[in-house]
């Protein structure tokens, strides 16, 4: 299995970013996706999941309006769109497959992890 991260980049505060994760090696509708986020010296957190077939999402409070993640599963490619985007958006962003029945908020419901990808605000 491999996810390849990708969309990542040096951007404004205000500005937008748009975040891709091809995924291979798997059955991609059959699972459930999410990202993560990652700053320097913090730990890893939950950002936005989406349902295999993409009809539910759930996000971190924080990127609530700003942030959309969705998916197509012809192209077995998850997203993230990211507007507005803040300094403390600043993180390597990280896809991930969720195999657990829990919480889509909580790390260890995921497996397979992509190699992340750097995003950059700047005020």
């Known amino acids: 299995v491999q996810l390849q991260a990708s969309g990542g980049g040096l951007v404004q505060a205000g500005g937008s970013l748009r975040l891709s994760c091809a995924a291979s090696g798997l059955t991609f509708s059959d699972y459930a996706m999410g990202w993560f986020r990652q700053a320097p010296g913090k730990e890893r957190v939950f950002v936005a999941y989406?349902?295999?077939?993409?009809?539910?999402?759930y996000y971190q409070d924080s990127v609530k309006g700003r942030f959309t993640i969705s998916r197509d599963n012809d192209k077995n490619t998850v997203y993230l769109q990211m507007n507005s985007l803040k300094p403390e958006d600043t993180a390597v962003y990280y896809c991930?497959?969720?195999?657990?029945?829990?919480?889509?908020?909580?790390?260890?419901?995921?497996?397979?992890w992509g190699q992340g990808t750097q995003v950059t605000v700047s005020s």
């Open positions: 991930a497959t969720k195999v657990g029945t829990g919480r889509p908020d909580v790390l260890y419901e995921y497996d397979y």
């Open positions: 989406i349902t295999w077939g993409g009809g539910s999402t």
